[in-house]
């Protein structure tokens, strides 16, 4: 009876040291899309910010003399829609999947369903 119990603690510490072991794999691969994701995201916003501040003196240089100070909210408008459509993309990079724990989320579960 001693020995079984004993069996059953060595099998059940064994099943948490290889859940632990998943969930170390896993994390390492999380962090390596984490840090991906956040260097496109910083690269973007260099390169976009003076893109976009370039762009914008040339328009309202040449823009001015036409339309004056018009062009000024048709600027602002057009780079709030741009911020918004960025903004939905990142979202939707980060409810892709990348980010989560699929394999570890599974097996816990089973080992759940299999003790409940």
Same mark, same amino acid.
């Given at each position: 009876?001693?020995?079984?119990?004993?069996?059953?603690?060595?099998?059940?510490?064994?099943?948490?040291?290889?859940?632990?072991?998943?969930?170390?794999?896993?994390?390492?691969?999380?962090?390596?899309?984490?840090?991906?994701?956040?260097?496109?995201?910083? $690269?973007? %916003?260099?390169? &976009?910010?003076?893109?976009?501040?370039? #762009?914008? !003196?040339?328009?309202?240089? @040449? *823009?001015?003399? =036409?339309?004056?100070?018009?062009?000024?909210?048709?600027?602002?408008?057009?780079? $709030?829609? %741009?911020?918004? &459509?960025?903004?939905?993309?990142?979202? #939707?990079? !980060?409810?892709?999947?990348? @980010? *989560?724990?699929? =394999?570890?989320?599974?097996?816990?579960?089973?080992?759940?369903?299999?003790?409940?």
């Amino acid at each position: 009876m001693i020995a079984s119990l004993g069996l059953v603690t060595r099998n059940a510490i064994a099943l948490l040291l290889n859940r632990l072991e998943l969930a170390a794999l896993e994390l390492a691969e999380v962090r390596n899309h984490l840090l991906q994701l956040v260097l496109v995201f910083a $690269l973007a %916003v260099l390169l &976009g910010g003076f893109a976009l501040i370039y #762009a914008s !003196i040339t328009v309202v240089y @040449l *823009a001015w003399a =036409a339309i004056g100070w018009v062009i000024l909210p048709i600027i602002t408008a057009v780079f $709030l829609v %741009v911020a918004i &459509g960025l903004i939905l993309y990142a979202r #939707a990079l !980060i409810r892709s999947g990348k @980010l *989560a724990l699929p =394999a570890t989320m599974a097996e816990l579960k089973s080992d759940r369903d299999m003790l409940l």
